[in-house]
């Protein structure tokens, strides 16, 4: 009975600060979060990474260690995806960023912070950054079809990594104004980027079922065996396989749709949308299953 009330307690705030924004989206159809989405992109997210990273005890040796993982379950990530997409016969490259994207931040650093606590947040925190620099390279090389490092520098989690990546590898000690500071905005952010999530739910169409499905399947099904596959391979144990697993089992990230909306055809975005939507509704029943396996094996 105690571990369901433990799952209870992870999941609830997560899905219902979604359900908040879902909510808000229905009710006022022209919400605009624009103003949100650049807030956390340009303040919120940079330090959510650099306090998940600096001021929950993880080291630059385990950063180095989950950033690797991150980048193999990439990898394999990639290979399922373009199978499905072979088989399905759709774009090999602009249709590969939802199938490779995890929804590592939005929903993936809450619900590890909520099972695992400041540890559970380090750990997630360095296999989310690995996310955030793959939707800006990979992410737009693949919708674009062209690679621009200016892009790069021109968002802000990249500094954020930086930053971190600074502190970590000196080893120096974060003052404490700049650790409270970036605590109150990550927490904040944790609550506007749910949010949001939810009301974007309210504004993506599935425009062909069936495919969306497919897609949402390899995902959701195919992301948690790479993570197990990764987990018994190095031997992982305890909160950095629980961590591991649950953000290998997260939904199409929504920023896939974001960088897709600006460089590929409005029938590649159509298909992208459909895979977030039906990734992340199918991940409201999954991801109970998947924490409650994480707390029951990987504690």
């Known amino acids: 009975m105690e571990i369901y009330l433990k799952l209870f307690e992870i999941l609830f705030p997560v899905f219902f600060i ?6 808000l989206g229905k009710k006022d159809s022209k919400l605009n979060i624009n103003f949100i989405t650049n807030l ?3 303040i919120g997210t940079p330090a959510l990474i650099f306090y998940s990273l600096t001021s929950t005890g993880v080291n630059l040796e385990t950063f180095l260690e989950f950033f690797s993982y991150k980048i193999i379950m990439i990898i394999g990530f990639s290979l399922i995806g373009l199978i499905t997409l072979i088989v399905t016969k759709r774009d090999l490259i602009r249709e590969l960023p939802p199938l490779i994207l995890p929804n590592n931040g939005n929903i993936g650093l809450s619900v590890c912070l909520f099972a ?3 540890k559970g947040l380090g750990i997630a925190g360095a296999i989310a950054s690995v996310i955030m620099l793959f939707h800006f390279t990979i ?5 674009k079809k062209s690679f621009d490092l200016k892009i790069l520098f021109k968002n802000g989690p990249i500094y954020g990594i930086f930053l971190a990546l600074f502190f970590l590898y000196f080893d120096y000690e974060v003052p404490l104004f700049l650790e409270n ?4 905005i990550s927490y904040a952010t944790i609550f506007m980027v749910l949010m949001s999530l939810g009301v974007a739910l309210t504004k993506l169409k599935v425009f062909s079922l069936k495919l969306s ?3 949402s399947c390899v995902r959701m099904i195919g992301g948690p065996l790479i993570g197990l596959v990764l987990i018994n391979f190095f031997n992982l144990t305890g909160v950095e396989a629980g961590v591991l697993f649950i953000q290998s089992a997260m939904p199409s990230a929504i920023l896939t749709y974001l960088v897709g909306s600006m460089y590929s055809p409005k029938k590649v975005v159509d298909s992208i ?6 990734s992340t ?4 029943i999954t991801l109970p299953i998947i924490v409650y396996l994480s707390l029951l094996y990987f504690s």
């Not at 500071?181 to 109150?184: E, M, N, P």
Request: glycine share 18%; aromatic share 18%; proline share 0%.
């Open 273 to 278: 949308a459909g895979t977030i939507v039906v």
């Open 116 to 118: 695992y606590g400041a």
């Open 213 to 215: 499905i497919i897609n």
């Open 18 to 23: 979604i359900g908040i924004g879902f909510y």
């Open 181 to 184: 500071a970036t605590f109150l």
């Open 40 to 42: 956390t992109g340009t």
């Open 281 to 284: 509704t199918i991940s409201f």
């Open 139 to 143: 992410g737009v090389f693949l919708a």
